[in-house]
């Protein structure tokens, strides 16, 4: 029986799995950040190790039996970060090849039926990356969010909004009862306490609030509305320039919705299909289900060339959401019985 690894790198924590080669999940491991831009390299070795040692403990292999392996990580970002980030694997001491990657590609790879489309991601940031049907070909933004104008997370959605909040106090906008919301969630005597509370850092304000402005918005407020189609439309313009990237216009392919975000359903998701379907008519909306890790896992075969059937990808996704509740249900017991 041969054996894959993938490992999910983010920005708050890691996560490997191992599955064998029908993909069943068999190990799974959970270590810290490994965003080298906060953490730097040393942080994610070292989470990257835990991760790995718990997942081989797990399923009780060593690095020895790891066919192949694939890494989607947050923070990866150019070429130019490619042999420091090679580096810091290769302390890993796996034997076998690999591949790295975005950490948005391995969202692509689980969610779209066949492993290659557009991966739009819409959680506390965003990004949009896209893969060929050969996995030749990348289509990317920048994934630096306000900075380079591509939104929206929920940091920018919350950023625009309290914009409009403010456009209210000094009356160069409309009334919107998102200045009304953020003042009892605050606890704000009023719109100005609130501004001044929000601008001198008295009242925390960020992308946690952003089902406040879909409640909002569901509950008839036209300014929370129109916020939230401009994010919709904004999320829609970013997937079509990597459809045009990639030369997709003319394809039937999956663009697969990663991220909080789009639990604010339709106000958010219609705008967004529109401005995607006009340049890409073929293009269909799917969310991910499954976690990330499952296409780090999928990579990991490829290395492998393995062929990835819809049978191995049914299975990987069931056995991983498996493997990593028991993983949760025993840690937790442990915890327990050690109290």
């Given at each position: 029986?041969?054996?894959?690894?993938?490992?999910?790198?983010?920005?708050?924590?890691?996560?490997?799995?191992?599955?064998?080669?029908?993909?069943?999940?068999?190990?799974?491991?959970?270590?810290?950040?490994?965003?080298?831009?906060?953490?730097?390299?040393?942080?994610?070795?070292?989470?990257?190790?835990?991760?790995?040692?718990?997942?081989?403990?797990?399923?009780?292999?060593?690095?020895?039996?790891?066919?192949?392996?694939?890494?989607?990580?947050?923070?990866?970002?150019?070429?130019?970060?490619?042999?420091?980030?090679?580096?810091?694997?290769?302390?890993?001491?796996?034997?076998?090849?690999?591949?790295?990657?975005?950490?948005?590609?391995?969202?692509?790879?689980?969610?779209?039926?066949?492993?290659?489309?557009?991966?739009?991601?819409?959680?506390?940031?965003?990004?949009?990356?896209?893969?060929?049907?050969?996995?030749?070909?990348?289509?990317?933004?920048?994934?630096?969010?306000?900075?380079?104008?591509?939104?929206?997370?929920?940091?920018?959605?919350?950023?625009?909004?309290?914009?409009?909040?403010?456009r209210e106090w000094t009356k160069r906008g409309p009334?919107?009862?998102?200045?009304?919301?953020?003042?009892?969630?605050?606890?704000?005597?009023?719109?100005?306490?609130?501004?001044?509370?929000?601008?001198?850092?008295?009242?925390?304000?960020?992308?946690?609030?952003?089902?406040?402005?879909?409640?909002?918005?569901?509950a008839g407020d036209q300014v929370a509305r129109e916020?939230?189609?401009?994010?919709?439309?904004?999320?829609?313009?970013?997937?079509?320039?990597?459809?045009?990237?990639?030369?997709?216009?003319?394809?039937?392919?999956?663009?697969?919705?990663?991220?909080?975000?789009?639990?604010?359903?339709?106000?958010?998701?219609?705008?967004?299909?529109?401005?995607?379907?006009?340049?890409?008519?073929?293009?269909?909306?799917?969310?991910?289900?499954?976690?990330?890790?499952?296409?780090?896992?999928?990579?990991?075969?490829?290395?492998?060339?393995?062929?990835?059937?819809?049978?191995?990808?049914?299975?990987?996704?069931?056995?991983?959401?498996?493997?990593?509740?028991?993983?949760?249900?025993?840690?937790?017991?442990?915890?327990?019985?050690?109290?």
């Open positions: 029986m041969r054996y894959f690894l993938g490992a999910d790198l983010g920005g708050t924590k890691t996560h490997i799995i191992i599955a064998d080669e029908n993909g069943r999940a068999v190990g799974f491991g959970e270590g810290g950040p490994a965003n080298h831009q906060s953490v730097g390299f040393n942080g994610m070795y070292n989470s990257l190790l835990t991760a790995l040692e718990q997942a081989l403990d797990s399923a009780r292999l060593s690095r020895e039996d790891i066919c192949g392996s694939g890494f989607g990580i947050a923070g990866y970002d150019w070429p130019s970060e490619k042999p420091a980030m090679q580096a810091t694997i290769d302390q890993l001491n796996l034997q076998a090849p690999y591949e790295m990657v975005n950490d948005a590609i391995p969202g692509l790879v689980a969610g779209a039926e066949n492993g290659w489309g557009v991966n739009l991601v819409s959680g506390t940031g965003c990004n949009c990356r896209g893969w060929d049907q050969n996995h030749q070909r990348e289509g990317r933004v920048t994934g630096y969010g306000i900075l380079m104008g591509e939104a929206s997370g929920s940091s920018e959605l919350i950023f625009h909004a309290m914009q409009l909040v403010g009334h919107t009862a998102l200045s009304d919301a953020y003042i009892k969630y605050t606890g704000a005597k009023n719109l100005e306490d609130l501004i001044e509370g929000y601008t001198e850092e008295q009242y925390s304000i960020g992308a946690e609030t952003a089902p406040l402005v879909f409640q909002t918005a569901y916020l939230i189609t401009w994010a919709g439309t904004e999320l829609g313009e970013m997937a079509c320039a990597v459809i045009r990237q990639l030369e997709f216009e003319m394809l039937s392919f999956d663009v697969v919705l990663s991220g909080s975000m789009f639990e604010g359903g339709a106000l958010l998701i219609d705008p967004m299909r529109a401005i995607i379907q006009k340049t890409a008519p073929g293009a269909r909306m799917v969310r991910l289900t499954a976690p990330p890790v499952v296409g780090a896992v999928l990579i990991g075969m490829e290395q492998a060339n393995l062929p990835i059937t819809a049978a191995i990808r049914s299975l990987l996704a069931e056995s991983t959401h498996e493997v990593k509740n028991n993983t949760g249900n025993h840690s937790a017991r442990m915890e327990s019985n050690n109290a």
